[in-house]
Structures are given as C-alpha cells and as structure tokens.
C-alpha cells in the first residue's frame, strides 16, 4: 500500500469518527406535545406552546444535557377526540418522543390516553382533571388538581360564607359534569341544598333563559363551571338581569381575559387558581418577566400549568439518562417526582396513583383585579 493511499485513508478514518463524535455530542431526544392550536379552545392551545417553547428554550441553554438537545414536536388537536387519537399514534410511531404532553380537556386527553396506554408512552396533561384520567393506565399523569378536588373545596368555602342554597351552572362535556357532580355532593355533604343544575352547551353566549329559571328558585349563591369565554357572557348577562347572587367559579375562570370581557359584571366573584401572575415569589417573577417579554402579555394560570408540565417532563428526562432516555425510564422518572419548584406551586406525584399533591389559592375580583384572599 503507498504511502499516500495509507495518508488518505487514516485521514478518512479520522473523519468518520469524528463525525461519529460530533454526531454522539449533538444527540436529540424529543417530547411530543398535542394541544387544541385551532378551534374553540385555540387561545389555550396556543399559550401552552408559548410556555413549552419557553421551557424547552431555557433548559436547552441551562447546560443541564450537555451535547444533548430536546425538540418540541406540535401538533394541533382542535379539540377533537379523533384529532387527539391520530396524534397519540403520530406521536407513539415516532422513536425519537419520549413522552407526550397534552391534550387541553379531559374528553380529549382520556381519548389520547388509550392509545399511550397501549403504546407505553407517559402521558402529561397540564388541564384534564376528570378524575378517570389517571385511571386508565400507569403512563398517565397530571399536573393539575381534579375536579374531586376543587369542587368540594368551593362548595365547603360557599356554604362558610353563608350561602345554604345554591345554583349549580356547568358546561355541557365530560369536566363540567365532573366538576358539577362533586360539587353538589359536597354541598349535599355538608348540609347545603342544590336549587338547580343547569347545562349548556359548548360556545353558548346567551344564559338569559338559565339565569331566568334559577333565578325562580332564589339561591343564594351560583357554583359556575365554565372558561372565561362563556363565563364572561354569563356574569354580563346576570348583571343585566339584576340577580344579584355571589358566584363561585372554578380555577378555570380565573383568567385576565374574563376581566376584559365582562368589566364590572366580574367584581366580587370568587374562584380558585394555581398561579397568579403578581405573586412576589421569585421563581413565578421571573417566569411572567421571561414570558411578557418574549409574548407581550402576562401568562395565566392554563399558560403556567404549561410551563410547569413542560419542565417536569424535562426533569424526567435528566433523571432518566438524558441521551441514553428510554419511555420506560422516562415514565419511571417521572412518578418519582418529588417536591418540584414550579410555578403553580410545589408538585409532588403520589407514585401509584400518579396524582399531584397540590393546593388552590383563593382569590376574589374586586374592582377589576383578582385578589388574593387569606
């Protein structure tokens, strides 16, 4: 052999493996994320990708993975089951996703999860929180309080503040239900009575004919299970109509749109939340500062769940290899979670039920701001 085929060949010997080191140092792992980007529930679907891109931005410049680079891969569900199927199969035939995040309500998530239960792929919703979610195999978790929770939480604070008869107003599909449900069982519970429960359905913006008939039965106070969208309408039109009654609305209403929607027609409602965007925690500062400055409006509390089920997941594949992350130790990781520092509060999941240990804070609006209640 010459001495220059020699030459070249250990020249070309040395290219590939430093191509093979450069290729080892710039790995990819990727987390799949479905979330409604289109349709009625856009708005949400679009704050949570602010949030993961957010996420995945920050952690990828942190150094935590060195040579090691996390991809966010979308994909628009539009609220629909099927939509949620198909992705759940996109995701699962792509060998590159480590784990899923999404979808935005239960119908759609519990619709998802079949298909990751069947796949082994852990599955991280930021918002389903019917309590059957968590039920359907041991690769779904949550990072948000239920329904089973909530509801009877409301209820125990309506009936302390006086109110014994109450309304019960809630949005036709699978979370409203289960959020109407426990709250009449806790109100039942606890001495209380329920006047009416009242349904209506999706993108309903005319409540006149249900605020006339419970209106009739003279509660006391009206539980209302809705989005800011029709919970806006709602609170305009009750004003409208004189009814006076408190309203106690779920975490879901606690959102700055409704503000801006419904004026005045909001003060003095009461709701719960996991975030509030003007908590001096440092750690919640500093995220609405990362967020207003990229986005140029503050995060809300559907946004913050994101961010928070984002950088749980990014945890998880730190503790699960980085590089060398698998499904099944992603999943692994991910039920060991303990005491996570995020902005919604401390998240710890129970590692047999896969549930979050997390609490609710108590706000009411006064004078067109939410505000924090002791």
């Known amino acids: 052999m010459s001495k220059r085929r020699s030459f070249l060949l ?16 710039n790995k990819s792992v990727a987390i799949g994320y479905q979330a409604p980007l289109s349709g009625e529930n856009a708005q949400y679907g679009v704050q949570f990708r602010n949030s993961a891109t957010l996420a995945v931005e920050q952690f990828n410049k942190s150094g935590k993975l060195p040579g090691v680079t996390v991809l966010l891969k979308f994909e628009d569900s539009k609220g629909d089951a ?3 199927v ?3 199969r996109k995701f699962s035939d792509d060998a590159s996703i480590v784990a899923a995040i999404g979808d935005f309500n239960s119908t759609v998530s519990m619709a998802a999860g079949q298909v990751y239960a069947q796949t082994k792929l852990a599955q991280l919703s930021q918002t389903a929180s019917h309590p059957d979610f968590v039920k359907i195999s041991p690769y779904q978790f949550r990072n948000i309080t239920t329904m089973d929770y909530e509801s009877p939480l409301v209820a125990k604070w309506a009936l302390g ?6 309304a019960v107003v809630a949005i036709q599909n699978d979370w409203g239900q289960t959020a109407a449900a426990n709250f009449v069982g806790a109100v039942k519970a ?4 329920i006047t009416d429960t009242e349904y209506f359905n999706p993108g309903t913006r005319d409540f006149r004919s249900i605020i006339t008939k419970i209106s009739r039965s003279q509660p006391d106070a009206i539980f209302l299970a809705a989005f800011y969208e029709d919970g806006s309408a709602f609170l305009q039109q009750k004003t409208q109509m004189g009814i006076k009654q408190a309203i106690y609305g779920t975490s879901s209403l606690s959102d700055p749109k409704l503000l801006e929607l419904a004026g005045p027609a909001a003060n003095n409602m009461y709701s719960t939340t996991t975030f509030l965007a003007d908590s001096p925690d440092a750690n919640v500062q500093a995220y609405v500062k990362s967020y207003e400055a990229r986005y ?3 995060p809300q509390m559907f946004a913050a769940q994101a961010f928070d089920a984002t950088n749980i997941v990014l945890n998880a ?10 499904r099944a130790k992603v999943r692994d990781a991910l039920a060991k979670t303990r005491n996570f520092p995020g902005v919604t509060g401390i998240t710890t999941f129970d590692p047999e039920t896969r549930e979050p240990a997390k609490t609710l804070t108590k706000l009411q609006i006064q004078n067109g701001k939410f505000v924090l209640l002791k």
């Open 317 to 326: 594949i730190v503790a699960a290899g980085g590089a060398n992350a698998t």
């Open 296 to 298: 140029k409006v503050k």
């Open 10 to 25: 250990a020249a070309l010997s040395l290219a590939l493996l430093a191509a093979s080191g450069a290729q080892a140092q």
């Open 82 to 84: 099927k939509e949620g």
């Open 161 to 166: 503040n006086g109110a014994k008869k109450i």
């Open 86 to 88: 198909n992705i759940a």
């Open 190 to 193: 606890n001495g209380g009575t």
